[in-house]
């Protein structure tokens, strides 16, 4: 039995799925060494909780107040929403936010891009990578600072890596590589794919397959994020399902295993929904419906 179907709270699943127990069998083949090797100092753990707390502006402060100050590295964000919604525009708004310089309160890192559809704008992120630079020389006219706005569009465009995806083989092999990437160039600090179950929802004639890899997916994301103290940005597609009498938008192909480490957010027309969940208990801490 996967662990993605035990009887256990979504929490509990996706520690168990992060490290590297994906089956029933897995975890009963698990020795105590192999247990013990997840202890950690309590040095380590003031250290992830430092990093934790670095977050990507979203540019939109009501935003970035709901999520805590904005999308939190270490973690894995899902947000879906109906077509034309801006899910894009807010996957090249964060690609340009991450390289907002430290002493202008960002992150200074580099972003990788994962195009599933074709829907990255080259154009639009010049603009946004324009208004961005436009933004910090406004931070510094009006505080009246000495600091230099040394970033230029043309630098933030060559910080982003993209990768044009055209086949879920390709996604997966792409994940796989991820790794190494990163190792290679440490300053990037998100991962956004746009969108995360394009290619998963065509084609795919066993189910059973295509859960084990979006399982698979899934832990891999995870222990990046993890590893590398990055932010993991699912842009994913919405669909429908009739729950309490009425139809309701939910995250299509609904990836369970990720709701240990995700805040999901869903755009429609209307409302924003936003659910956070605290980790530890498997339930939502968090949830927020306002109007567009």
């Not at 662990?3 to 089956?23: C, E, F, H, M, N």
Request: with cysteine.
């Amino acid at each position: 039995m996967e662990v993605s179907k035990l009887p256990i709270s979504a929490t509990q699943r996706g520690k168990l799925i992060s490290a590297g127990y994906t089956s029933l069998s897995s975890i009963c083949s698990a020795s105590s060494s192999d247990i013990s090797r997840g202890t950690q100092t309590a040095w380590d753990m003031l250290q992830e909780e430092q990093e934790s707390l670095a977050r990507i502006t979203t540019s939109c402060a009501d935003l970035d107040n709901i999520l805590g100050g904005g999308i939190g590295c270490r973690e894995v964000t899902e947000i879906g929403g109906v077509p034309g919604i801006g899910k894009t525009q807010l996957g090249i708004q964060l690609a340009v936010n991450v390289q907002i310089p430290v002493e202008f309160g960002g992150l200074g890192g580099k972003a990788i891009y994962i195009d599933t559809e074709g829907s990255f704008m080259v154009e639009r992120a010049l603009q946004i990578a324009e208004a961005c630079v436009e933004d910090m020389l406004e931070y510094n006219r009006f505080l009246r600072n000495d600091c230099q706005v040394k970033t230029q569009p043309k630098d933030i465009l060559e910080n982003i890596f993209y990768f044009r995806i055209c086949s879920y083989t390709e996604q997966s092999a792409v994940i796989n590589y991820l790794d190494k990437f990163v190792s290679e160039h440490k300053d990037v600090k998100v991962v956004i794919i746009d969108s995360i179950a394009f290619h998963f929802r065509h084609g795919f004639v066993d189910l059973a397959l295509r859960t084990r890899v979006l399982s698979g997916i899934a832990l891999k994301l995870m222990n990046l994020a993890k590893k590398f103290s990055l932010a993991v940005v699912l842009l994913n597609q919405v669909t429908t399902k009739y729950t309490e009498g009425s139809f309701q938008l939910c995250l299509a192909l609904a990836m369970n295993v990720m709701h240990t480490l995700t805040s999901h957010l869903i755009f429609d027309q209307h409302q924003l929904h936003i659910q956070l969940l605290a980790e530890g208990s498997g339930i939502p801490h968090q949830e927020v419906k306002g109007s567009k």
